[in-house]
């Protein structure tokens, strides 16, 4: 990192007298005329001593490339909450989106985690549980100055292909990583790296659902299209990034897919004429929902049964009063029958808006 830092104030310097076309072909020259140790010491210990003096650190530590570390300390944070300083301002601004997505990335890893272990091992799992004890660790942890941290896929797969089913598969690879960092770093040290992209590899290969593949040309092709959408966004970006991605496609899926089944069967004896409604009525399917009546060639007393519907935001409201007041301006009536409880609930609340006629609701 310091090499890089290095590498890029010098490209910084002349990075604004570089003729247009060239930066590649110059940027390429600087990288390659890399640091020389004795550049990266001088920078290391240029940063050590400012954070000495800054109180961020009690002693220097050595640039030796080694993973030894030590017992964490109490420290708690000093934030300004001065909210007429803008300084102050911005930088709680930005701790609280930096802590929402966080613990965002944290809890849906952590649910996905917990879900494919329970798959794997056949049980069942707490998620709530999951969800408190990891905001409580993460919570006490920056006392300490650590980074906040999650289940992790890879790590759980792991300890379930070496045999690890329960809780103290957990806990011992934590105690085992704390004693090694503490104790033994030159152990670690010894691992060649590639060792290690190697057994990632096989986690993957071991964590993809490559039967997800088989479904290709056997399920809808929305479907189809939100897993490769959803796979893409977690290589390209994070797993956050992806989820929402996918819960969003997911829903305009199925609202289009719901706006398309809606159905009336209508029914007319001399009492007046039924329209018996199938469906959600929704912002996606006000459009059908309408175009099914003709109040110009309806009796005077229509009826319209939502024994197998349900009414479900303030568009499939306004839509009911629309057809209320087509039938009202041409002298006749409209009642509503077998409205459950949720949409006889939100015909209520909006009562100063709407004036329909309640005939019968279903009780739970």
Not at 6 to 11: N, P, S, T
Not at 178 to 188: A, D, G, Q, Y
Request: hydrophobic share 45%.
């Amino acid at each position: 990192m310091i090499e890089k830092k290095i590498i890029d104030e010098r490209f910084d310097v002349i990075k604004d007298t570089i003729p247009y076309g060239q930066y590649d072909a110059v940027a390429t020259q600087i990288a390659a005329d890399r640091p020389s140790q004795a550049q990266i010491n001088a920078r290391w210990n240029e940063n050590q001593q400012r954070m000495l003096d800054s109180g961020e650190k009690e002693h220097a530590d050595p640039l030796d490339g080694s993973l030894r570390g030590e017992i964490p300390s109490l420290h708690i944070p000093t934030l300004n909450w001065d909210l007429s300083d803008s300084s102050a301002t911005s930088a709680l601004i930005t701790v609280f989106f930096l802590a929402l997505v966080l613990a965002s990335v944290g809890l849906i890893e952590s649910l996905m985690t917990l879900s494919l272990i329970d798959e794997i091992t056949q049980t069942k799992g707490r998620s709530n549980k999951e969800a408190i004890a990891q905001g409580s660790g993460n919570m006490l942890s920056g006392f300490f100055g650590g980074m906040c941290g999650c289940a992790m896929i890879g790590q759980s797969m792991i300890c379930l292909n070496s045999g690890g089913r329960g809780r103290m598969s957990g806990i011992s690879t934590a105690l085992f990583m704390m004693v090694f960092i503490l104790f033994f770093p030159s152990m670690v040290e010894m691992i060649p790296v590639a060792s290690l992209i190697g057994v990632m590899f096989m986690v993957v290969i071991a964590t993809f659902e490559w039967t997800s593949l088989r479904l290709f040309g056997k399920v809808h092709k929305s479907e189809i299209f939100i897993i490769i959408c959803v796979s893409t966004m977690t290589v390209l970006f994070d797993l956050a990034i992806a989820v929402s991605i996918g819960v969003i496609l997911s829903a305009l899926v199925y609202a289009w897919n719901s706006a398309k089944h809606i159905t009336v069967r209508v029914d007319e004896d001399e009492k007046g004429k039924t329209y018996h409604l199938v469906g959600n009525l929704f912002f996606g399917s006000i459009t059908d929902f309408k175009a099914k009546f003709n109040p110009s060639q309806d009796p005077n007393c229509v009826a319209i049964d939502f024994l197998d519907a349900r009414l479900f935001d303030q568009s499939a409201i306004e839509a009911v009063q629309g057809i209320s007041e087509k039938y009202k301006k041409l002298g006749k009536t409209v009642y509503l029958r077998n409205l459950n409880n949720e949409s006889a609930q939100l015909l209520r609340k909006a009562n100063d808006i709407v004036e329909v006629n309640i005939q019968s609701t279903l009780v739970a």
